[in-house]
């Protein structure tokens, strides 16, 4: 069974498109993550959720919204997609404690024409 | 300054190689430290957590010096399985993870 599910893998669409992004997981984890990985590869953290409140908000524009139904799930929503938020979106989630892993989603490539 | 910095690399090593990467990080107050491995076009995978008094697995020694700031990996006797992106990720508070940009390992035959 797949521990962190993203979909779908892969999004193309034209700029000022409104597009959603699901996460699941399936590890009983309290805490997940939204991180975006551009093309220089630098993946950065936007948000993260834990029981389902927002805890981080790394200056992300607000057409970004995250939203959590349940521990399980993490979605992300994009309003009016711009050329620049082309990247791939990973979605983590992590265990109780600081040292616990974080396990990643196969990622979702997003591509704005 | 970025909160972690790593070498983008290439490091081109021949296998059986032992090559060794180093990351240094900003917050004094960081927390726990961890090195991910990434395949091209494929998620972060955790490599091994970093542990005050240094660590082992395998091939793998992860050391962490808080004093300077900084934390390593070395890889013995390399493989070309090897080959792949290692990010430095530090925990600079409750839930937050900064990665490092990257190194590239490239294991040549």
């Known amino acids: 069974d797949t521990a962190v599910s993203q979909t779908p893998k892969y999004l193309v669409t034209q700029m000022g498109n409104d597009k959603s992004i699901k996460c699941e997981q399936n590890?009983?984890?309290?805490?997940m993550y939204w991180y975006k990985q551009d093309s220089k590869k630098f993946l950065k953290i936007m948000f993260s959720?834990?029981?389902?409140?927002?805890?981080i908000n790394e200056t992300v524009p607000n057409r970004f919204s995250p939203k959590s139904p349940d521990k399980a799930h993490l979605n992300l929503h994009i309003n009016s997609l711009e050329l620049g938020d082309s990247a791939v979106y990973f979605c983590?989630?992590?265990?109780?404690?600081?040292?616990?892993?974080?396990?990643f989603g196969p990622g979702t490539r997003l591509t704005v024409l | 300054r970025k909160e972690v910095e790593q070498d983008p690399g290439p490091f081109n090593v021949p296998e059986g190689a032992t090559v060794a990467f180093n990351c240094t990080y900003s917050n004094s107050a960081s927390q726990s430290f961890f090195w991910y491995r990434q395949d091209c076009r494929k998620e972060p995978k955790l490599l091994m957590s970093v542990y005050s008094s240094g660590n082992e697995d395998g091939r793998f020694t992860a050391q962490l010096n808080r004093a300077s700031q900084y934390i390593s990996l070395l890889i013995r006797d390399s493989k070309l399985s090897d080959s792949a992106t290692y990010l430095c990720v530090v925990n600079t508070r409750t839930y937050k993870y900064i990665f490092g940009t990257g190194t590239r390992l490239k294991v040549l035959a």
């Open positions: 590890l009983g984890h309290d805490t």
């Open positions: 959720y834990n029981n389902k409140e927002l805890i």
């Open positions: 983590a989630s992590r265990g109780r404690g600081s040292t616990d892993t974080q396990y």
